[in-house]
């Protein structure tokens, strides 16, 4: 699981980056499963202002904010969606793969922890 999983990080005050260059061992994890270049050196980016979660779209490829009850929602380069706890992000495998075969790939979970007082 420690491998699979991003964190706990806080945001206060500095972005959390995700790519192969920030996480290596995600894309080497994703190419031993014949999945080679999903993750861009730089894939996404999430950071707090104000008390709201922000995902900002830093690939080319795309990728989905998937939230429940709601359609998902596809972002482009340089896009920018809120994130809540329990949105899941993920990335785009290709424009004939369904967002639920690609979050059957690789998906990132956001879960907010309250820190304690």
Do not use: Y
């Amino acid at each position: 699981m420690e491998r699979r999983s991003i964190g706990p990080v806080s945001l206060a005050g500095k972005p959390l980056l995700v790519g192969s260059r920030h996480q290596p061992h995600i894309a080497n994890d994703a190419a031993l499963k014949g999945f080679t270049n999903i993750v861009d050196r730089d894939h996404f980016c999430i950071a707090s202002e104000g008390g709201v979660f922000w995902l900002l779209c830093l690939t080319s490829k795309g990728l989905w904010r998937v939230r429940e009850g709601v359609e998902p929602q596809r972002l482009i380069l340089d896009d920018l969606a809120s994130l809540q706890h329990g949105d899941v992000v993920v990335p785009r495998l290709g424009s004939e793969l369904s967002v639920e075969q690609c979050c059957r790939t690789l998906s990132w979970r956001f879960t907010v922890l309250l820190e304690p007082s």
